[in-house]
């Protein structure tokens, strides 16, 4: 297992960008898939983007598709995700997961977790 931290939540208002930070503690991270999950108030925890272990694939969710852009830097064990055009629908904690055996967008397969970080978007 890693250990995962994030960074760079904040508040927002529509229309402006944040970049979030997942960094890893061990020496197998560049072995995992990575993704970003998010729950809203009220909501069931939500897949945002999956990335490989090398970085070569991703996939996103279409309600962030063309905003968000995810990527990792295995020299440095972290994973990134770019938010721009930031809708107040996004308001949510924003979780980053790492899977060590499984290629999916379901909350379930990933067994790392960090604390999460909260972002906020204001209208």
């Known amino acids: 297992q890693v250990q995962l931290v994030e960074s760079g939540g904040g508040l927002v208002q529509a229309g402006g960008s944040l970049r979030l930070s997942c960094a890893a503690s061990g020496r197998t991270f560049s072995s995992y898939t990575m993704g970003w999950f998010r729950q809203a108030p009220g909501k069931e925890r939500e897949f945002v983007v999956v990335?490989?272990?090398?970085?070569?694939?991703?996939y996103y969710a279409d309600s962030v598709k063309g905003r968000f852009t995810i990527s990792r830097d295995n020299a440095k064990n972290t994973v990134y995700l770019q938010m721009n055009s930031l809708k107040p629908e996004d308001t949510a904690v924003y979780y980053c997961?790492?899977?060590?055996?499984?290629?999916?967008?379901?909350?379930?397969?990933?067994?790392?977790w960090g604390q999460g970080t909260q972002v906020t978007v204001s209208s």
């Open positions: 997961a790492a899977s060590r055996f499984a290629w999916s967008t379901r909350a379930a397969d990933f067994g790392s």
């Open positions: 990335i490989s272990w090398s970085g070569e694939t991703t």
